[in-house]
């Protein structure tokens, strides 16, 4: 996954878009790392 990736790319410098962009990337990434652990869960 790319969240640590897209996180050190939120520290550097970003225009608003590439912000906003990274942002959204990010927040994907950490709702398929969400959905990803809740069906390993269900399969314990």
Known sequence: MNIA???RQLQG???DAER???EKL???EEA???ALERSERIKS
């Open 26 to 28: 990010l927040a994907e």
């Open 5 to 7: 990736r897209y996180k």
């Open 32 to 34: 398929r790392l969400k």
């Open 13 to 15: 410098a970003l225009d």
């Open 20 to 22: 906003r962009a990274v």
